[in-house]
């Protein structure tokens, strides 16, 4: 059985204003999560990691493959109205937020949809709530506010206006990052400028 509820999403509109957008809490199934979340790869310092740089168990590498299959990729062209057929696709995962995490941003030009799942069990916190914004100056210019709990997916299109960001928030906080790109040259150069950056966390950590 899938562990993506496809039809959840294929149901849910297509927020179009002040870009376009989706919120759907529950898409990934409440059976399929604890096995997720033990294979979850094990990351302690902040930033994005390619998975080239993490290691994770069966259930996430299952996750993963759904991600990159014909099914997902299907329901997206369909929801956004675009042809991904050629776009290359390139994941990245999180695990921790540090201090300079949550600057209101618009992704690369490179980008042209952002999925976002998070794998946080619980999530009390007031910071570290994914904003989607109006304002690229204004962190309370709130279209919608959304709590990274698991399960939760946020995908959007990205524009020159797709702002987003959160409040501060120092600690784990899981997010696995899919991106539909431009080029196969987006991918390599952004797999190696992520690779390089975990490397260099990963010393100061090691260091500190």
């Known amino acids: 059985m899938s562990v993506l509820d496809l039809k959840a999403f294929e149901a849910t509109p297509l927020c179009r ?6 919120v759907l809490p529950e898409f990934v199934r409440a059976e399929a999560r604890p096995a997720i979340n033990a294979d979850f790869p094990n990351v302690q310092e ?16 299952a996750l993963l493959e759904e991600l990159r299959g014909d099914g997902m990729r299907a329901a997206f062209e ?3 109205q675009l042809d991904l057929k050629r776009r290359p696709t390139m994941i990245t995962v999180r695990g921790r937020c540090g201090e300079r995490d949550g600057n209101i941003h618009t992704d690369s030009k490179s980008k042209i949809i952002t999925v976002l799942i998070y794998m946080n069990s619980e999530w009390e916190e ?3 709530r994914l904003r989607l914004l109006r304002s690229a100056t204004d ?12 399960g939760t997916l946020v995908a959007f299109r990205r524009s020159d206006h797709s702002f987003h960001g959160h409040k501060p928030f120092i600690g ?15 991918l390599l150069f952004e797999t190696t400028r992520h690779h390089i950056s975990a490397f260099v966390k990963r010393m100061l950590h090691k260091a500190s």
């Open 17 to 22: 204003k002040p870009f376009e957008f989706l």
């Open 46 to 61: 902040p930033g994005s990691f390619p998975l080239s740089d993490v290691k994770c168990g069966p259930a996430f590498a």
């Open 78 to 80: 369909q929801k956004f």
């Open 126 to 128: 007031p910071g570290g």
């Open 139 to 150: 962190l309370d210019d709130v279209v919608v506010e959304v709590p990274p709990r698991e």
């Open 172 to 186: 784990p906080r899981r997010v696995i990052q899919m991106n539909w790109v431009a080029r196969q040259q987006v």
